[in-house]
């Protein structure tokens, strides 16, 4: 890929521009000066920075604004959140795609088998989320209002989180492929923490929607960068895919290139491969 150049920049937030902290809040959103100086050199070059996590808008636009994203006279920023359902420009907070679907029956049969589980699902004109208990300290951004399950996935929603304290990520993993989960697509994070999204949503089909409403960009033209499971269809989809190097193994498996882990700012170091300082 000599001559290849990057025209689009995908990046993935917590695990990729963010160190995970355990125990962490928002004062953990720290961004470091080899990433901001990396991302600001591929906006120098021309490239199109777009930021794409499993996050809720509202959890979104501050590393926007920590990034200092979009620069001044700029267009407003392309953003894909909640792992592709939804598609939105800033500032301000524009939604111009969103993919809704019903998770009651997907949410029931996940409590059947983990029924102290918490359940979210963000409430996007607001910021908060609506929840059957309240989240451990730190996992969601904004104001958490205590609801009934029934009313919490009583009409469409764009995407569902599932949380177990007491559950293991591979619990998630062995409950998923157990249920089927039909009519629905799903994720387990690094804990037991599930994100369910409609049916062929993910960032990869997010971004698809921002390079067509672009003009004149396909997947080749795109770099991205991810640690997580809800990473693997955007790094296999982009034409460069690279993971972090504290991802899983399926992770990794997923990408062309492995670089260094976010304590050692592996992003940082792959966007320099192409947009180096001394450019």
């Known amino acids: 890929m000599t001559d290849w150049t990057p025209k689009v920049v995908a990046l993935d937030i917590d695990g ?25 050199r591929a906006l120098d070059a021309g490239a199109h920075i777009v930021l794409s996590s499993g ?54 049969a996940v409590l059947e088998h983990h029924p102290r589980a918490l359940v979210a699902v963000e409430e996007r004109g607001v910021g908060g989320y609506r929840v059957n208990r309240v989240f451990p300290e730190g996992e969601l951004s904004g104001e958490q209002l205590i609801t009934e399950v029934d009313d919490i996935v009583g009409q469409p929603v764009s995407r569902v989180i599932i949380r177990d304290p007491e559950a293991t990520a591979d619990d998630f993993i062995e409950l998923a492929s157990r249920l089927g989960l039909h009519g629905t697509d799903y994720v387990v994070g690094w804990t037991a923490w599930m994100d369910l999204s409609p049916v062929g949503v993910s960032k990869a089909s997010g971004l698809q929607h921002v390079c067509d409403a672009i003009g004149g960009l396909t997947a080749a033209d795109v770099l991205a960068i991810g640690d997580g499971r809800n990473d693997i269809e955007m790094l296999q989809w982009a034409g460069r895919g690279v993971a972090m190097g504290q991802a899983v193994d399926e992770v990794k498996a997923a990408a062309d290139f492995v670089t260094d882990s976010v304590v050692d700012e592996g992003a940082a170091i792959e966007m320099s491969r192409w947009f180096p300082p001394d450019a």
């Open 16 to 40: 990729t521009l963010l160190k995970w902290v355990d125990g962490q809040t928002e004062d953990y959103e720290t961004i470091t000066a080899p990433v901001y100086d990396a991302i600001h």
């Open 55 to 108: 996050r809720s808008p509202h959890g979104m636009t501050r590393i926007a604004d920590l990034l200092d994203l979009p620069r001044e006279e700029a267009d407003r920023l392309w953003i894909v959140a909640s792992n592709g359902a939804v598609v939105f420009r800033y500032p301000p907070i524009d939604v111009v795609h969103e993919e809704t679907f019903d998770a009651a029956p997907a949410v029931a």
